[in-house]
């Protein structure tokens, strides 16, 4: 008898906390409850945040070290990539408070709703994060008609034959499909994937960059930094965006939300997973890109190896490359989504009736597919995007990951203020509230000045 109550109790329990779960659930809107589901483990969340950090704007590091130099620009990489760990790490930790008070915050908006106030999270949060992710769903569609042109330039007899639009526009109808995808959940193993191919096209980019540097080909190696005082000021303000941006991660509380209860120290683990891609991929591909070509690294590596349309490497490589490119903006394409995706949801879908009913696969397939359609319509009409979406990470990547974490714990967990965590953390919301400032003057300088040389639907 005394071996059978334990047991007994224990299913009772166990019921106990399914009916607690399923109560919460019947509570959640349907854009957390669709498509933020808390099933995911830790190596789960390490798939997803390698995706939406490890991305292709990482080819552009090379271009962001030749505007500051080698010491300025292996610092900057350097201090970007153990702020950012940290600040992602603050972030974890002041999720995992509020879950063990019985208060889960799912998105980014709830924990400034939360913590700092209603107006945060509607008027500032929210539209800050939400317009930083659908800034980067134009980017990928945009970096992804690009591959395609790319690939079609390097295999077709007749390159002149289609415009870059019409890529943006090929590339935007296999977003149409894959943006169906019904949850974050869902993506796992399609992150897995894209883990796999980040380290595939850093690792062609890295050899190619070290081959053609070696090569009776190369080019002179000069690393001076070009133009006059005030344009290398402004220079340096722009890479620091896009470094800012290369690191950048809008959506660390959605991906903590995928994680199935308990989630402490989880994150830690993903966020573990992810630095030693990170590390990995940031440094080889930026040192190898500018000590192979210097100042005159252009926007997108990839560029250099191709000098008046002839190729510096082999065929198969440029081809390999963009192909491995080109699938894993894809897979970051769909991740941005997301956050789309629970907004839309929460409005126009119903949490009461089942996630595959007529009823709601039907807005569904309807919101998913326009708000695509728009991305691929602006990726298309504006090819020099590149220049707004170092805007959109100056005002967006810098507030929401190096700013508003250490803003969080420091109102959240409230450490002396003689302490160094409260010094330190204030030291890191000032610093980079100021960078950012000074990297969104010198974004909307750029676009100025790049304005008189592009037009609507440019082949570039």
Not at 142 to 162: D, N, W
Not at 284 to 294: D, L, M, N, Q
Not at 341 to 348: A, G, P, S, Y
Not at 412 to 441: E, H
């Amino acid at each position: 008898m005394e071996s059978i109550l334990p047991s007994s109790n224990t299913d009772l329990s166990a019921e106990n906390k399914e009916d607690e779960e399923a109560n919460i659930s019947k509570e959640l809107d349907a854009g957390a409850l669709f498509v933020l589901k808390s099933r995911g483990s830790w190596l789960h969340c390490g798939y997803h945040l390698t995706t939406t950090i490890v991305a292709p704007a990482l080819l552009s590091l090379p271009y962001a070290l030749s505007l500051m130099g080698w010491f300025a620009g292996a610092l900057c990489l350097t201090i970007s990539a153990c702020v950012t760990f940290y600040s992602y790490n603050l972030l974890s930790l002041v999720l995992e408070h509020h879950e063990q008070l019985g208060m889960r915050q799912l998105r980014f908006r709830d924990m400034a709703k939360d913590i700092l106030g209603p107006g945060w999270g509607r008027y500032f949060v929210g539209p800050i994060q939400f317009g930083l992710c659908y800034g980067a769903v134009i980017a990928c569609i945009l970096v992804g008609g690009q591959s395609l042109k790319y690939i079609y330039l390097l295999s077709s007899p007749r390159p002149e034959a289609m415009q870059l639009y019409q890529f943006v526009i090929i590339f935007g109808v296999v977003m149409l499909v894959l943006a169906q995808i019904p949850s974050f959940h869902s993506l796992r193993h399609i992150n897995l994937i894209s883990l796999i191919l980040c380290l595939a096209y850093s690792i062609c980019a890295t050899a190619g960059s070290v081959y053609v540097g070696n090569s009776a080909n190369a080019p002179r190696k000069d690393y001076s930094l070009n133009g006059s005082g005030q344009n290398r000021v402004f220079g340096s303000f722009n890479a620091i965006s896009i470094i800012a941006t290369s690191y950048g991660n809008g959506i660390i509380p959605e991906i903590q939300a995928t994680i199935a209860p308990p989630v402490k120290g989880k994150m830690f683990k993903g966020l573990c997973v992810c630095y030693a891609v990170v590390i990995s991929t940031f440094f080889s591909v930026g040192i190898s890109g500018y000590w192979a070509f210097g100042n005159q690294a252009e926007g997108t590596v990839l560029l250099n190896f191709l000098v008046d349309g002839k190729p510096l490497l082999p065929t198969w490589v440029l081809l390999m490359t963009n192909v491995f490119t080109f699938l894993q903006v894809s897979a970051v394409s769909v991740v941005n989504l997301q956050v789309t995706n629970e907004v839309l949801e929460r409005k126009f879908v119903n949490a009461k009736v089942d996630q595959f009913s007529v009823r709601n696969v039907v807005p569904r397939l309807v919101y998913r597919s326009l708000s695509v359609v728009i991305a691929t319509t602006v990726a298309a009409m504006f090819p020099f995007f590149g220049d707004i979406n170092a805007l959109i990470g100056a005002f967006g990547c810098i507030p929401l990951d190096f700013v508003l974490p250490t803003v969080f714990y420091n109102v959240v967990f409230k450490p002396s203020k003689y302490s160094l965590l409260f010094w330190g953390n204030t030291i890191v919301a000032l610093t980079f509230s100021a960078l950012g400032l000074l990297g969104a003057i010198s974004s909307i300088r750029q676009i100025v000045l790049d304005s008189n040389t592009y037009s609507f639907f440019s082949n570039i």
